[in-house]
């Protein structure tokens, strides 16, 4: 058997990324040099080496290595008029500079909560002879009246309209639905079917309750004292779950109960009335239950900060000579589930960039450092702020009927 396990099933992924680059170190403020209404786009690789190099020292050896390109030739602007300041400039290897490593990726935390689980349909039913509920649920007098109806049957008799005067709980076995043990059923449907097999028509309202850590809680009540329900005869309803707690064993009541006045009629207090209670298309967000095979899926879209040390500056685009990405990704099921996570924006190679990761009840964590090398990275792709940002898809996948190994 496989089973939802009774807590929020989840994934915790915690990403630091280091990007290391081949860069100069950055002695300069632009702002000191040009307007503040000039963006900077620091586009800048360099050999690896040793030393110490300034804004100064390129400007005065090369005549060329300041141009001022749109940022709609760029591809994040949309005037040919708004232009940005590119350095461009070659160095002799015998020149020593100084390395920083920037910009960093800000640490992102998250948690990916398992979606619901499909259930199998289930059903079960229970029958109540009309002797039990007379006994329980009405009068002494009512009871007495009918077990007199019962004696003198036959021939035909007139009977007349009893009412309950009590309600009483009747408790169904442990587990009634052979799939389920509990769940938290987060939607789906309980339709009930009443059947009268007594000679007289009857009338009820149908609560059904369940168990929760010994408190009795209510489900939903079914309507059908409306309108009587003729002998052989059925009345149905259907309820909708909506994150509805559903324990290891049922409860049901019949509320408003009444038998009709009816003449010619034999009585026979053994004569039942059945109830039938069918779960159907049913998705459960924790619990204990027979699980189909199925694969769950799911992905989220996040955007995460990438940027440099002075906050005032915008970077649009950064290509990676080597870095790393520390993860750890954390899973609480105890089935086979692939973990993913897509850098959109990130290329290597013309490809987009993407890591898998593959978890089981034998390997629940995975921790590791991913090192990158020789990717462009683009950050102009989040609406609601065209730079220091980089998109980043998460999701899984969860396989209830196969293990990955």
């Known amino acids: 058997m496989k089973y939802i396990y009774p807590l929020y099933k989840y994934f915790t992924i915690a990403l630091i990324v280091l990007l290391a680059y081949s860069c100069v170190k950055d002695n300069f403020d632009v702002r000191e040099k040009f307007s503040n209404d000039i963006k900077w786009n620091p586009s800048i690789a360099l050999p690896l080496a040793y030393g110490h190099l300034t804004l100064g020292n390129i400007v005065k050896e090369r005549k060329d290595t300041i141009q001022h390109i749109s940022e709609k030739t760029l591809g994040y602007g949309s005037q040919d008029s708004d232009l940005v300041i590119q350095l461009r400039y070659g160095l002799d290897s015998a020149r020593k500079i100084e390395i920083l490593c920037l910009p960093v990726m800000q640490p992102y935390d998250t948690t990916l909560y398992l979606k619901p689980i499909q259930l199998l349909d289930a059903h079960t039913e229970f029958d109540k002879k009309v002797g039990e509920l007379l006994q329980d ?86 309507n059908f004292s409306s309108q009587w329900i003729n002998p052989g005869s059925s009345m149905s309803d259907v309820f909708t779950f909506d994150h509805t707690y559903l324990g290891s064993q049922l409860f049901y009541e019949y509320r408003n109960m009444k038998f009709a006045d009816a003449s010619n009629v034999t009585v026979d207090l053994n004569n039942t009335i059945d ?29 995460v900060t990438i940027r440099d040390k002075d906050e005032s ?51 629940p964590v995975e921790e590791a450092d991913w090192f990158l090398q020789d990717l462009e990275a683009d950050l102009t792709k989040n609406p609601d702020q065209p730079y220091n940002s980089i998109p980043i898809r998460l999701g899984y996948k969860v396989y209830t009927g196969t293990e990955l190994m």
């Open 313 to 363: 500056k915008k970077i649009y685009k950064i290509i990676v000579d080597e870095g790393l990405i520390h993860y750890k990704i954390t899973s609480s099921m105890q089935v086979a589930t692939e973990f993913f996570v897509i850098f959109e924006s990130m290329k290597y190679q013309n490809d987009t960039v993407t890591k898998n990761a593959a978890l089981n009840r034998f390997h």
């Open 137 to 222: 649920n009405f009068s002494n007098t009512d009871y007495s009246d009918y077990q007199n109806y019962e004696a003198m049957s036959p021939p035909p008799l007139t009977v007349t309209e009893r009412t309950a005067d009590k309600v009483e709980t009747y408790s169904s076995p442990t587990s009634p639905f052979t799939v389920i043990e509990y769940a938290v059923i987060s939607e789906g449907n309980m339709e009930v079917i009443c059947t009268n097999n007594f000679t007289v028509p009857f009338t009820a309202d149908i609560a059904v309750l369940t168990d929760s850590a010994g408190i009795r809680q209510e489900i939903t009540v079914f």
């Open 275 to 303: 109830l039938d209670i069918h779960l159907t298309n049913l998705k459960a967000s924790q619990g204990k239950a027979v699980v189909p095979q199925q694969t769950i899926t799911m992905d989220s879209l996040v955007y």
